[in-house]
């Protein structure tokens, strides 16, 4: 057995040990692959809970939806007034970590309703190399994090879920609409929506991995560098429909697609 396969059994076998898990799902590439995993592995006894908040966009929880529904698996969504959380509409540095910690507490108490032991979530080995304050949240909570035990990092798990079969093989990464603003800049429900349908426009004409920041009233293009020069070409069209939703100004960031690229005035 190579060392990705051996990582694999050891995750199957840990999900085994649990005996029944609660996988907070967002129909992201790694939750994808810890959920349906787990199902494999615990049958009915692996259920998913997904949050419903207005930092969620509704192609990705219609996503997460569709996929239980596909595969048989009980999903139990949980409505989280994330902006009515302390210090969260505010947004300051740690906005993750008070998100987090308010969500996954939701997802403790609707595991424990399900007699459920365990909640389970999908960071990876790769998430350790950036300011994440919400794993702070998940490590008070007692959250599990099987494929970050098991050594698992994302190319991997691209690589196992292709393997296996899911459709989120090559989906782009993703993070919540609320990454999209600069820490101390507040977050209200009209500027999401704005972030949102500038995303979804872009995702409209063919572009995948990318980022629509909020900075004031500019917003801040990133997708990879070689989607750079279609961007240019259709500028006319993707500026105006940016002003359209209420930036007075709109831009492309040259250095292209970064994630967490918020983070950098945190150093």
Known sequence: MDALHEKYAALRR???????VAVAFSAG????????TAADVLGDKAVAVTAQSVFIPAREQDEAVLFCREHGIRHFIVTADVLSVE???ANPPDRCYRCKKALFSLFLEKAESLGIPFVAEGSNTDDLG???PGMK????????????DAGLGKQEIRALSREIGLPTWDKPSYACLASRFVYGEPIDPGRLEMVEKAEEKLRSMGLRQLRVRLHGDLARIEVMPD???FLAEKREEIAGYLR?????????????????SMNRPLG
């Open 14 to 20: 840990r999900l085994t040990e649990l005996g029944s």
């Open 29 to 36: 590439v790694d939750s994808t692959f810890l959920l349906k």
């Open 87 to 89: 210090g969260v509409a």
């Open 130 to 132: 950036d300011y994440r």
């Open 137 to 148: 949240a998940i490590a008070e909570l007692g959250i599990l994090s099987p494929l970050r």
């Open 227 to 229: 989607k750079i020069p």
């Open 244 to 260: 359209s939703l209420g930036f007075r100004y709109v831009t492309l960031d040259l250095d292209g697609f970064s994630s967490g």
